[in-house]
């Protein structure tokens, strides 16, 4: 069972930048293709980025494309996103799980706690 534990998420003002993590437990981290995905109050859990196994492969929801970046550390068993030029829409709570393809919207495993972010106008 693939356990995930998200973090990094704060309070941070309009244009502001965070770097958020997920440390994945289990033997074979690099043989997972992971994803990021968010969830805004009162809205559905949306796909946010998806890697490949040796991080040569990124996808991107399209309204996030340029300002989010996803990378991987297989050594550390880590995701990471970057956010840059963060908006008030941003504000959600973002998980990581691993998915089937780099594109997929589909979560594999069961969603770990997530981390919040909160961008404040």
């Known amino acids: 069972q693939v356990q995930l534990v998200e973090s990094g998420g704060k309070l941070v003002q309009t244009g502001g930048s965070l770097r958020l993590s997920c440390v994945v437990s289990?033997?074979?981290?690099?043989?997972?293709?992971m994803g990021w995905f968010r969830q805004a109050p009162g809205k559905e859990r949306e796909f946010v980025a998806g890697?490949?196994?040796?991080?040569?492969?990124?996808y991107y929801a399209d309204s996030l494309k340029g300002r989010f970046t996803i990378s991987r550390d297989n050594a550390k068993s880590t995701v990471y996103l970057q956010m840059n030029s963060l908006k008030p829409e941003d504000t959600a709570v973002y998980y990581c799980?691993?998915?089937?393809?780099?594109?997929?919207?589909?979560?594999?495993?069961?969603w770990g706690q997530g981390t919040l972010v909160t961008v404040s106008s």
């Open positions: 289990g033997r074979t981290f690099s043989a997972y293709i």
């Open positions: 890697i490949n196994q040796n991080g040569f492969r990124t």
């Open positions: 799980n691993r998915i089937p393809v780099v594109g997929s919207p589909r979560a594999l495993d069961a």
